[in-house]
């Protein structure tokens, strides 16, 4: 299985920008901790991080017919892109949402997400496990798909 895993803007701050909240790793340390959790699932994976709209949009699109499942933690643009949405709803990859932050408990112009409309299912306020859920539920989810 080929899982595209995408972070959004500001992610790269990880370890650096508000530790209360995204808590101490660094984004090095999410990005291993992804790593071995696809290692352990057997599942290929590829880590892209940007802090540009387009550029996700861009990597969304490149990914059809490419890849088996995007896990996608949008950042700020959970919040704000019709774009992200609307490029994961033409390429019809099954994704997964995660944050790191429980979005809901936030401020008021955090709880909605425009990504929610299209992913299978979302993971937040589970700082890195939450990854590791998504990834597993993407696994399970392309799983059954494929014996359909
Ligand atoms: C976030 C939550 C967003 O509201 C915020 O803009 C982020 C990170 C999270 O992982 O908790 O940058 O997606």
Same mark, same amino acid.
């Given at each position: 299985? %080929?899982?595209?895993?995408? $972070?959004?803007? $500001? ?7 508000? /530790? ?11 990005? =291993? ?5 696809? %290692? /352990?699932? $057997? ?13 996700? +949009?861009? /990597? ?12 996608? $933690?949008p950042?700020?643009?959970? =919040?704000?892109? +019709? ?7 033409? +390429? ?6 995660? =944050? ?31 990854? %590791? /859920?998504?990834?597993e ?12």
């Amino acid at each position: 299985m %080929k899982l595209l895993v995408i $972070n959004g803007p $500001n992610i790269n701050m990880l370890g650096i920008r508000e /530790k209360n909240i995204y808590g101490d790793g660094s984004f090095e340390d999410l990005q =291993h901790y992804i790593l071995e959790v696809c %290692k /352990k699932h $057997n599942v290929e994976c590829e880590l892209f991080q940007s802090n540009h709209e387009g550029e996700i +949009v861009d /990597k969304i699109q490149e990914a059809y017919s490419n890849v088996d499942a995007i896990l996608i $933690n949008p950042a700020a643009y959970t =919040h704000t892109s +019709v774009a992200i949405l609307d490029a994961l709803s033409a +390429v019809c990859i099954p994704c997964a949402e995660v =944050h790191l932050s429980d979005i809901y408990i936030r401020e008021e112009f955090r709880h909605h997400s425009y990504v929610s409309l299209v992913a299978k299912k979302t993971f937040c306020g589970m700082g890195f496990k939450g990854y %590791k /859920k998504a990834i597993e539920f993407l696994v399970d989810y392309c799983y059954n798909e494929s014996i359909k």
